[in-house]
């Protein structure tokens, strides 16, 4: 008996327990992958969600403080007060009020913004002063995006394009559809200013002007 002890585990034995052990590792390094992989997915949705919900408020700001305000690009040529073409670029310009001043800059409290689609990400381009100033650096809202399709309603009609004039400067509301490279669309609705008919007084014959 003494002898058998002495001997150890076998060939067989050892191989065994190798193989065991072999795979009891394996599953804890498969069950390790796909906890990291599936905690990567969900921090990689959260983050777009994210991205969606910020996109959402901030085209909600400024949308609904539009601004009846034409502007002068850097080489001085008058832009109107609202802009929209999912084709152009920038596919969407307006001058939006209640631009906040914390530090009490010497400037307007009203600020031009366009948002375009460049290299598969929307961004949002802000200028530091309305007239012929160049941009400020453009900031990523949303990125993975294959397409936007953009339509603008006014007066019970919508169109693919807008290009404000006298007579109506803002449409009533925005139609954003953002085409994901993964496979989501996603269709936002934005009311544009306070989303009604902001009709201009037109002069008529023998009027005069009121006093201040």
């Given at each position: 008996?003494?002898?058998?002890?002495?001997?150890?585990?076998?060939?067989?034995?050892?191989?065994?327990?190798?193989?065991?052990?072999?795979?009891?590792?394996a599953a804890g390094v498969a069950l390790l992958s796909f906890s990291v992989k599936a905690q990567g997915a969900g921090a990689a949705a959260l983050e777009d969600t994210g991205a969606l919900n910020r996109l959402s408020s901030i085209l909600t700001a400024d949308l609904a403080q539009a601004q009846d305000r034409p502007t002068r690009d850097i080489q001085g040529v008058r832009l109107p007060a609202f802009t929209g073409d999912a084709t152009a670029t920038p596919m969407l310009r307006l001058v939006r009020g209640g631009w906040s001043n914390p530090d009490e800059a010497p400037r307007a409290t009203v600020q031009k913004v366009e948002y375009r689609l460049a290299a598969g990400a929307l961004e949002r381009?802000?200028?530091?002063?309305?007239?012929?100033?160049?941009?400020?650096?453009?900031?990523?809202?949303?990125?993975?995006?294959?397409?936007?399709?953009?339509?603008?309603?006014?007066?019970?009609?919508?169109?693919?394009?807008?290009?404000?004039?006298?007579?109506?400067?803002?449409?009533?509301?925005?139609?954003?559809?953002?085409?994901?490279?993964?496979?989501?669309?996603?269709?936002?609705?934005?009311?544009?200013?306070?989303?009604?008919?902001?009709?201009?007084?037109?002069?008529?014959?023998?009027?005069?002007?009121?006093?201040?």
């Open positions: 008996m003494r002898r058998s002890a002495e001997r150890g585990f076998t060939l067989v034995e050892v191989m065994i327990a190798l193989m065991i052990f072999g795979m009891i590792a381009v802000a200028y530091p002063a309305l007239d012929g100033a160049p941009p400020l650096p453009p900031a990523v809202l949303l990125d993975g995006v294959q397409a936007v399709r953009l339509r603008f309603r006014f007066a019970g009609a919508w169109t693919d394009t807008w290009n404000g004039n006298p007579r109506s400067a803002l449409p009533q509301a925005v139609e954003l559809v953002a085409v994901r490279r993964d496979g989501p669309t996603y269709r936002l609705l934005f009311l544009v200013g306070t989303g009604a008919i902001r009709p201009r007084a037109t002069p008529t014959a023998g009027a005069t002007d009121a006093p201040a």
